[in-house]
């Protein structure tokens, strides 16, 4: 693994999401929808379905049905965890670094009203659980800014049963080389330390005991998730009477372009990986 400068802490992340949050919320999109899509081809534009396709791979390539107890580490403000319950009836909790996410998170949960769900403030590098506690692990584009990643394979591989199935998507660091460019739009933006390529991130997996059984590139999708992305904020900008809002929206969609362009340098991309926890763990 390689990091870029300078290296954040859990709660340089905390706080950039506490602070972020609520003008996410206002200027962009209310559901707090923050995963990357998963788009149909190259004409399709429409990022909530996308997000949506992105969530329902993750949980069919990691077979959670109505017995699953599920953890969904980085859980933001709920909603692939919400829809997963709703859709397969499973049970589990949500974790994640940001209370003011979480606070969303909880709200959102009493208005569905759905059962055997819950969301908790915590860290991924000490979850708050015993071992054995899940049967699936999940998680959408988050654990890339835990600064210590691999005791955060550690802990979710503790908290796994045996024979237990951790499934996520990921932001990839392909290369050791980031240039100024992609290190402000997109590293230091979110508070990024650094991160794994593809190979790295099943290899740091392995070492942690999982036994991965797959490793996907999805770096067309990201690249189609940011250009659908910045469209939208430009279009929205135009239609913005708010002078703050417009500027912050403009400033969003220039870095949709700057990230196409790191993804494009082969400074930025985007992963799944599902593995499983041994029957017989070490």
């Known amino acids: 693994m390689s990091t ?3 290296t954040f802490t859990e709660r340089d992340v905390s706080e950039f999401f506490d602070e972020t949050t609520q003008t996410y919320l ?3 999109d209310s559901e707090g929808v923050l995963h990357t899509g998963y788009f149909a081809d190259d004409a399709d534009t429409d990022y909530h379905a996308a997000a949506d396709r992105t969530s329902d791979l993750l949980a069919t390539e990691a077979g959670v049905d109505a017995g699953s107890t599920v953890l969904d580490v980085g859980c933001g403000c709920g909603n692939f965890l ?39 403030h915590g860290s991924a590098t000490a ?3 015993e071992p054995g506690s899940f049967s699936h692990v999940v998680s959408q584009d988050a654990l890339f800014l835990v600064p210590d990643k691999p005791r955060s394979h550690a802990e979710m591989h503790r ?6 199935i951790l499934a996520i998507t990921d932001f990839l660091q392909p290369t050791t080389e980031i240039g100024e460019a992609a290190r402000r739009h997109v590293y230091d933006r979110v508070r990024w330390s650094g991160g794994y390529s ?5 290899g740091a997996l392995t070492d942690a005991g999982f036994e991965v059984l797959v490793a996907r590139n999805l770096d067309e999708h990201i690249r189609q998730t940011y250009r659908v992305l910045g469209e939208t904020a430009r279009e929205r900008a135009a239609n913005t009477d708010d002078p703050a809002a417009r500027e912050w929206i403009l400033g969003f969609a220039a870095s949709c372009k700057e990230i196409q362009a790191a993804i494009d340098r082969g400074e930025f991309g985007w992963g799944m990986f599902v593995a499983r926890k041994p029957a017989a763990a070490r």
């Open 4 to 6: 870029t400068s300078p």
């Open 26 to 28: 206002s200027f962009w």
């Open 82 to 120: 919400l829809r997963l319950a709703g859709q397969t009836g499973c049970r589990g909790e949500g974790l994640d670094l940001s209370i003011e996410r979480v606070r969303f998170a909880q709200a959102k949960r009493a208005e569905c009203g759905t059962p055997g769900i819950d969301f908790r």
């Open 127 to 129: 979850l708050p659980y």
């Open 159 to 164: 908290v796994l049963a045996p024979g237990g």
């Open 198 to 202: 593809l190979d790295g991130y099943a």
